[in-house]
């Protein structure tokens, strides 16, 4: 079992920046890529950003492309999120997610999710 926790959420201004982080605990962290999803108000969750165990690989929702970047820190089991320019869709619940078979942007393939951490961006 992987517990997860996400935090650095909060309330922001359209054009600021933010990062959130994902805490990894319990079962090794080893092996798993690490994907980033969000759910705005009457939305479906949807794929954002995912980094391979490694770090060697990442990819991106057309979306946040050239504005969001994912990295990890594996000796500290934590993965984050850093997100500039923040505009007013982004707003939603960010939740991160561990996927053991490797990078997916497929929410069924993650084994294990984080409770969510609320990011708002006024406009």
């Known amino acids: 079992q992987v517990q997860l926790v996400e935090s650095g959420g909060g309330l922001v201004q359209a054009g600021d920046s933010l990062r959130l982080s994902c805490a990894a605990s319990?079962?090794?962290?080893?092996?798993?890529?690490m994907g980033w999803f969000r759910q705005a108000p009457g939305k479906g969750r949807e794929f954002v950003a995912v980094i391979s165990w490694s770090g060697s690989s990442t990819r991106y929702a057309d979306s946040v492309k050239g504005r969001f970047a994912v990295s990890r820190d594996n000796a500290k089991n934590t993965v984050y999120l850093q997100m500039n320019n923040l505009k007013s869709e982004d707003t939603a619940v960010y939740y991160c997610?561990?996927?053991?078979?490797?990078?997916?942007?497929?929410?069924?393939?993650?084994?294990?999710w984080g409770q969510g951490t609320q990011v708002t961006v006024s406009s």
């Open positions: 319990g079962r090794t962290f080893c092996g798993y890529a």
């Open positions: 997610a561990a996927a053991k078979g490797g990078p997916s942007i497929f929410i069924a393939l993650y084994d294990y």
